[in-house]
């Protein structure tokens, strides 16, 4: 119901936010066997979710749904791969290497003190930007999606650039944009 009464970027957000506590929740109390019934609940959320969209929503709850949909898909498909993998805590690599989300105080960051929204990738942590970006669908999450954001999120960390190159069309631009969207950053592209 939350997800049909909220913006489009807080519910992602906020999704986001519950998938890492809950991740973490389940590896803590019960190491690979809390991972796998935890994906049985996932399993169960996404179900509601097909429903929800079948049921004709209006437009923007619609958006917000795909949205929601692709980035759930791949919080299941992580968990599934760590399940078979059969990660037992939140220090292995499967699990630090995701964007995860947090609220947690912000004194390193700001030296203020004051509790924030934080996105962490191994050993990056970023303040969640604040910047309203719209409803907007998001980019299908694949591994090769997952490696360039630990490569990006890892360089903006020592306050370096990136510079994704390949074929022209294979989603170097998008998949840019899409981490923008993800740490609530305005990216803006343009052509030399």
């Given at each position: 119901?939350?997800?049909?009464?909220?913006?489009?970027?807080?519910?992602?957000?906020?999704?986001?936010?519950?998938?890492?506590?809950?991740?973490?929740?389940?590896?803590?109390?019960?190491?690979?066997?809390?991972?796998?019934?935890?994906?049985?609940?996932?399993?169960?959320?996404?179900?509601?979710?097909?429903?929800?969209?079948?049921?004709?929503p209006p437009f923007l709850i619609s958006m917000t749904l795909g949205a929601l949909m692709v980035i759930d898909v791949h919080a299941r498909d992580v968990t599934q791969k760590m399940c078979d993998d059969g990660v037992d805590n939140i220090n292995d690599f499967s699990w630090v290497s995701q964007l995860r989300y947090y609220w947690e105080d912000q004194e390193d960051l700001t030296g203020l003190g004051t509790p924030g929204f934080i996105v962490r990738q191994v050993q990056a942590f970023f303040p969640y930007g604040m910047e309203y970006l719209g409803n907007t669908p998001r980019l299908v999450i694949t591994p090769l999606t997952d490696r360039c954001y630990i490569t990006l999120t890892g360089a903006m960390n020592l306050l370096l650039g990136g510079a994704p190159q390949g074929p022209a069309g294979t989603g170097k631009t998008e998949t840019t944009k899409d981490l923008a969207k993800a740490l609530a950053k305005q990216c803006v592209v343009f052509n030399c």
């Open positions: 119901q939350w997800v049909q009464e909220w913006q489009g970027q807080l519910v992602l957000a906020g999704s986001q936010h519950y998938w890492s506590i809950e991740m973490e929740e389940a590896m803590n109390t019960g190491g690979n066997d809390g991972l796998k019934v935890y994906y049985q609940k996932m399993l169960a959320q996404l179900q509601e979710l097909v429903e929800i969209v079948r049921s004709n």
